[in-house]
């Protein structure tokens, strides 16, 4: 597990997410830690003080590690570099299916009435009807 | 582990089990670009909450959720994340306009 600092980590990232185009997965790991071992835990709270506790990002694409620490200062800054990798990585997902059923209903209106023009077809029947 | 089907209720536990046990809890987001899939999970390891899509809207949807995480774990589960869902940001904007425009 490499310990990289905040944006040389966001670089490793984006490449693990291109290495991973045409096969493998990312994976992307949040943890709260204090980045100490189970001794210097005991210690420090042994001691009467408070640990202090971060975010440690892991990463992986099955071969290689990455992780860093985002402290409370630096998150807000991390968490929108990072949003901007996945927004611009993940572009395999679909844009758009029956969940939306608004938005369906309305590309599926648009897709008719290209292709067939259900004004006209609409308008027919209704003036047949009034002729009869 | 069977998959949550509701979005806002896999927040809604998510965050839940991260305030119920923080020193344990991880979330794991895995994106697998050549099936298009996402899958999102949050577990302690006695108790796991996962999501699964392979729709776009979805990933923006994480992106609050990321938002939530971050901040719940650089800044500690105390934290109060009314901010950051935005469900308050949302109705705040609209009443100071009609304040300014009065």
């Known amino acids: 597990m490499v ?103 309305d590309a599926v209106d648009k897709k008719v009435s290209k292709a067939a023009k259900p004004m006209d077809v609409d308008k027919k029947p209704q003036s047949s009807v009034k002729r009869a | 582990m069977v998959y949550i089907v509701s979005w806002d209720e896999f927040v809604e536990q998510s965050v839940q089990l991260f305030r119920a ?21 949050v577990t302690d390891d006695k108790q796991c909450l996962k999501f699964k899509t392979d729709q776009a809207q979805d990933a923006k949807k994480m992106e609050k959720l990321n938002n939530i995480f971050f901040t719940l774990m650089a800044r500690g589960p105390e934290t109060d994340i009314t901010e950051v869902t935005g469900k308050e940001q949302t109705v705040q904007p609209p009443k100071r306009g009609r304040g300014r425009k009065q």
């Open chain 2, 21 to 41: 046990s923080p020193q344990t809890t991880r979330y794991v987001m895995k994106y697998r670009h050549s099936d298009g899939k996402l899958v999102l999970k």
């Open chain 1, 3 to 105: 310990r990289l600092l905040l944006d040389p980590f966001l670089n490793e990232l984006t490449s693990m997410f291109e290495h991973t185009t045409e096969k493998g997965s990312v994976w992307v790991t949040l943890k709260h830690s204090s980045d100490k071992s189970k001794v210097q835990r005991n210690k420090i709270t042994s001691a009467g003080k408070e640990l202090e506790y971060k975010c440690l990002v892991r990463a992986t694409d099955g071969k290689k590690n990455i992780s860093t620490l985002v402290g409370a200062k630096d998150h807000q800054r991390f968490q929108a570099s990072y949003a901007t990798i996945l927004k611009a990585r993940m572009t395999s997902l679909k844009k758009r299916e029956k969940k939306d059923k608004r938005k369906a209903v």
